[in-house]
């Protein structure tokens, strides 16, 4: 059974910091794409960030300097430095995960981030 599984959101003061990490279990073929997705209340959901296999990254423009996303090939896992949160970074965020050849996607349940300020 295929499974992305998220941790690390929370409730942090603004200005403070979080890391999310995603495991991806139960894919049998090689993962290429890898990233972080968020959606806020009332909102769509929008990239935050995303990585390759060999890392290239590429960061939406809102969180560039503030956010880092890295990855372990051999767990199949994905994080996120989200450093300098602001009350806008407030969202669920979602891991992502594409497939190289056979190109399935992969969805995570989703982490609630929520920045107070």
């Known amino acids: 059974q295929v499974q992305l599984v998220e941790s690390g959101g929370g409730l942090v003061q603004a200005g403070g910091s979080l890391r999310l990490s995603c495991a991806a279990t139960?894919?049998?073929?090689?993962?290429?794409?890898m990233a972080w997705y968020r959606q806020a209340p009332g909102k769509q959901r929008e990239l935050v960030a995303e990585?390759?296999?060999?890392?290239?990254?590429n960061y939406a423009d809102s969180v560039k300097g503030r956010f880092t996303i890295s990855r372990d090939n051999a767990e199949n896992t994905v994080y996120l430095q989200m450093n300098n949160l602001k009350s806008e970074d407030t969202a669920v965020y979602y891991c992502?995960?594409?497939?190289?050849?056979?190109?399935?996607?992969?969805w995570g349940q989703g982490t609630q981030v929520t920045v107070s300020s």
């Open positions: 992502y995960a594409k497939t190289l050849g056979v190109r399935v996607s992969y």
């Open positions: 139960g894919i049998l073929f090689t993962i290429n794409e």
């Open positions: 990585i390759s296999r060999v890392g290239n990254r």
